[in-house]
C-alpha cells in the first residue's frame, strides 16, 4: 500500500510543470545565419498584439503563456534585425496569435504541435502586409528526458522555438 502511495505521489509531483519560459522558446542561433538582409521588414517592425487561446497549459505541463512568448518574439526580431531601433521609427506591427498547442499525454516520444497565425500591419496605411499561419511539431524522446512530465515540457518549447524559427524566416523572404 506504501508503495502504491509513493508512486502516487511521484507521478502527480511529475506532472507539476512551470510555464514554458523565453529562453526555452527562442530559436538557435544557427537559425540567424541565413535570413535575408534586405528584406522589408529590417529595422521596422514592432510586436504589438501577443494572444495565446486558453488552455494551451492548464495542467501546468507545458503552458505557453502571453508574456513569455512576447518576450520571445521580440528577441528573436533583435536577433534578426527586424526589430525597429525606436518604436517611433517603426513602420510595421506585427500580432501574433497562438491557435493551438497540441501536446501528447503518454509514451515515450511526447509530442507538441504549436500553431500561430502571424500577421504584419502597415502602420500608417493600416493595411495587412503579411498573413501566414505556422504549424509546427516537435517530438522529444526519452532520450531528452527520463520524465514524462518534463518530455511533455520539452516537446512543447521546441515546438513553439521551431514555430518562431519558421516564422522569422517568412519575415525575412519578404522583399522590398
Known amino acids: 500500500m506504501k508503495f502504491l502511495l509513493v508512486l502516487a505521489s511521484m507521478l502527480l509531483l511529475s506532472a507539476c510543470q512551470p ?3 523565453s529562453s526555452e522558446m527562442m530559436p538557435l542561433s544557427s537559425a540567424y545565419h541565413n535570413l535575408s538582409q534586405k528584406g522589408l521588414f529590417q529595422d521596422n517592425l514592432i510586436v504589438r498584439d501577443v494572444t495565446v487561446i486558453p488552455n494551451t497549459g492548464s495542467d501546468g505541463g507545458g503552458a505557453v503563456t502571453e508574456p513569455q512568448f512576447r518576450e520571445t518574439l521580440n528577441t528573436a526580431l533583435r536577433m534578426a534585425d527586424m526589430s525597429a531601433t525606436d518604436d517611433a521609427k517603426a513602420k510595421y ?4 496569435n497562438i491557435t493551438e ?3 501528447d499525454f503518454i509514451g515515450f516520444n511526447m509530442e507538441a504541435t504549436v500553431a500561430c497565425d502571424y500577421k504584419v500591419t502597415n502602420i500608417k496605411s493600416n493595411k495587412q502586409v503579411f498573413n501566414e499561419s505556422v504549424r509546427v511539431p516537435h517530438e522529444a524522446g526519452i532520450a531528452d528526458a527520463f520524465n514524462g512530465a518534463v518530455r511533455q515540457r520539452l516537446a512543447a518549447a521546441y515546438a513553439a522555438r521551431e514555430n518562431v524559427t519558421h516564422a522569422i524566416k517568412l519575415l525575412s523572404r519578404v522583399k522590398k
Request: proline share 10%; aromatic share 10%.
Open 93 to 96: 506591427y506585427l500580432d501574433a
Open 101 to 103: 498547442v497540441v501536446r
Open 19 to 21: 510555464p514554458i519560459n
